[in-house]
């Protein structure tokens, strides 16, 4: 299968969950990735993207930003692109999944499977914009 790559341009809406998921699925479908590896990127990307939409724009306003979707080989990379205020999700601390449920804090889990689930998982700032760029591996077909 060539590489490919495709952008999508999304609203800070909940309601673009489903439209992402599709795009997901359809950049996906020539890899014939195993339901393992499919939903993990899901989580991945859906994680991330539900954070710039709840806590990136606190404004009240439409906005929009992007997610770039690009095959090499058996390697998915997402690129999330947005000028919210700068916030680096990767940099919170690391959660202690050993601590019991009522001594956790709040917050975190989701990062904290974005950077499990990832081969590799990268924040930077660049012209005012948030740029977070994960790579998911899919085992062998």
Same mark, same amino acid.
């Given at each position: 299968?060539?590489?490919?790559?495709?952008?999508?341009?999304?609203?800070?809406?909940?309601?673009?969950?489903?439209?992402?998921?599709d /795009?997901?699925?359809?950049?996906?479908?020539?890899l014939?990735?195993?339901?393992?590896?499919?939903?993990?990127?899901?989580?991945?990307?859906?994680?991330?993207?539900?954070?710039?939409?709840?806590?990136?724009?606190?404004?009240?306003?439409?906005?929009?930003?992007?997610?770039?979707?690009?095959?090499?080989?058996?390697?998915?990379? /997402?690129?999330?692109?947005?000028?919210?205020?700068?916030?680096?999700?990767?940099?919170?601390?690391e959660?202690?999944?050993?601590?019991?449920?009522?001594?956790?804090?709040?917050?975190?889990?989701?990062?904290?499977?974005?950077?499990?689930?990832?081969?590799?998982?990268?924040?930077?700032?660049?012209?005012?914009?948030?740029?977070?760029?994960?790579?998911?591996?899919?085992?062998?077909?």
């Amino acid at each position: 299968m060539p590489d490919a790559s495709q952008t999508l341009t999304l609203q800070n809406d909940l309601a673009e969950i489903p439209r992402l998921a599709d /795009a997901i699925d359809a950049h996906c479908a020539p890899l014939a990735p195993s339901s393992k590896d499919l939903m993990a990127l899901h989580l991945v990307v859906e994680e991330l993207v539900t954070n710039v939409i709840k806590h990136g724009y606190t404004d009240g306003q439409p906005h929009t930003f992007t997610v770039s979707l690009s095959t090499a080989g058996r390697e998915v990379t /997402a690129v999330i692109d947005d000028d919210a205020p700068a916030y680096d999700p990767l940099a919170r601390p690391e959660v202690d999944t050993t601590l019991p449920l009522d001594q956790r804090p709040i917050g975190g889990l989701g990062v904290h499977l974005v950077k499990r689930l990832t081969r590799r998982a990268h924040y930077e700032r660049r012209n005012d914009h948030n740029l977070i760029t994960v790579t998911c591996a899919f085992a062998s077909a």
